[in-house]
């Protein structure tokens, strides 16, 4: 940002004009405005929690009991710093679900320092203010509202990246531990972290093989950057699971997932009926910025020096995306029916949209067409994917099942046909801008107009769906009076009978028991 310059013995002196900004200058500036844009969020989300009744069950039910009541060593569930942290939302007494979300806010918006960080590296100081922005706009904030996991989860996923994406391959292999070091925590806090890991491998394999030395050299590295960075993910599990729970903090999985039988042939076809939904929710929601994924990877001139920044995103995340999206719908095929909610057609799209802030920052690429390598191809699948969003005005999201919690960001097109429609319809002229070459436009109008709007609908129509748990029904009702009425040698010799499970562990919610049962009436 340089204006002008002049020569002293040779060697030109660059300085600004009082009335120009040098980029450390802007860079400065616009963390003022992530900083004002960050306390503005966290103010509008307790907000817009404030005064709301419990919303998931069983979730929230098994949650607060585990975290704040039942002992560690007797939890079934392995998230053992997830509960250990939660444990301290008692100091709120009664209010102590205000308490969780107050501590997811406060998770979910610390994020954005680094995933700023991240996108420092990706785009321009002006761009990547936009996008952690965005990545705080975008309806995985839903989750700030719940006693689960998920912000803080969504929070040491972002530091995981930030720490990976740092690391170059001639580094040091010490360097591997800290992103280990953080996956392990992150396991602690859900066991799905570990689902990771075969990712986050095959991103080394291709970091590694981008030395330039011999072969025997890069897998001697490989191999020891994969061996420090494991021991740092199940040190950290292991180690500090155990020092939290006992012996109980040495199991892999815990109880709960330790029990489900997996049989791949059995469930083949639900498997692909599950694979088949989270690639059309993906496609809908984020087939703009992976076509700039597949241009950074496959079709823009390659990298002189290593793998590029932008490059390292891009295949970080596309490798992430893809193995999540398998692991979960085998695993959404294995659980089918074995509960009444349980469904091959249910899209579990919260095992790994803690991803889709890194296809916003994706969509900030700008295509050189100029330099485009294998231009056949990409053109093909840019008709490809016009042609997808012109069958998904048709088909839409049917037959599957989109639910508030599991898929915020397909809610509001489940809620309204014309929202969708109205996406499609201008991810489709995107497409048509991107084949007459004009990609810097269709960037511009996808990260500047499409996402900003889209996201403005699901804070308004997510906080809808939030607001309606406002007004206590007849289960939360219930669960006061005898909360009230009932000694805790009472609540704990209770049976709560129902023909409604999620009512029944609603009324179990406010008991604060864990002895209390429920019997469900058909």
Known sequence: SHAQGEIVSGNPIYFPLPFQKTRQGMTEINRKYLYITIFFLFVFLVLRTIGLYPICFSDEYQYSILSRIQPLSEAHLPNYLYLKIF??????????????????????????FFFYKISLNYTTSHQAIWVTILSLMAPINTYTAVFMPESLYYFL??????SLLRIEPHASSSAWLLPGAVLGLNALVKP??????????????????????????????????????????????LGLGYLLAGTAGLNLAGRAYSSIHYDFLASLPNFLHSLRGHIRGILILFGFPLLAGLYNLFFRQSDSNGLSYQRKVCLLTCLIACLMIVQVAFFTANIAGTGPYEHASRLHFRYYNF????????????????????????????????????????????????????CPELAAFQRSKSILFLFLTIVLI???????????????????????????????????????NAIP?????????????????????TIILSTNQIGAF?????????????????
């Open 87 to 112: 444990n301290w939302t008692n100091i709120f007494g009664d209010g102590f679900l205000m308490g969780a979300r107050i501590f997811n806010i406060i998770f979910f918006c610390s994020s954005a």
């Open 157 to 162: 996923f972002i530091v995981c990246m930030w």
């Open 192 to 237: 799905h972290a570990q689902l990771l890991i075969p990712a986050v491998l095959l991103y080394m394999v291709f970091l590694f093989g981008t030395l330039s030395c011999d072969c025997k050299t890069r897998l001697q590295s490989l191999f020891k950057a994969v061996i420090l960075f494991v021991v740092g993910i199940y040190a950290i599990k």
């Open 355 to 406: 991803i889709f802030p890194f296809f916003i920052l994706m969509s900030t690429t700008v295509i050189d067409f100029s330099s485009l390598k294998r231009k056949l191809i990409f053109y093909s699948f840019l008709i490809i994917y016009g042609l997808f969003l012109i069958y998904c005005f048709f088909v839409r999201i049917h037959p599957y099942i989109v639910s508030f919690i599991d």
């Open 430 to 468: 995107l497409i048509y801008f991107l084949i007459k070459k004009k990609s810097t436009l269709s960037k511009n109008i996808y990260i500047y107009i499409i996402l900003p709007l889209y996201f403005i609908t699901s804070i308004i129509i997510n906080s809808h769906t939030l607001h309606a």
């Open 473 to 493: 029904n007849i289960f939360d009702k219930t669960g006061i009076v005898i909360s009230e009425y009932l000694t805790q040698e009472q609540k704990n010799k």
């Open 506 to 522: 609603r009324v179990l919610f406010y008991l604060d028991s864990p002895q209390a049962s429920y019997h469900i009436i058909q």
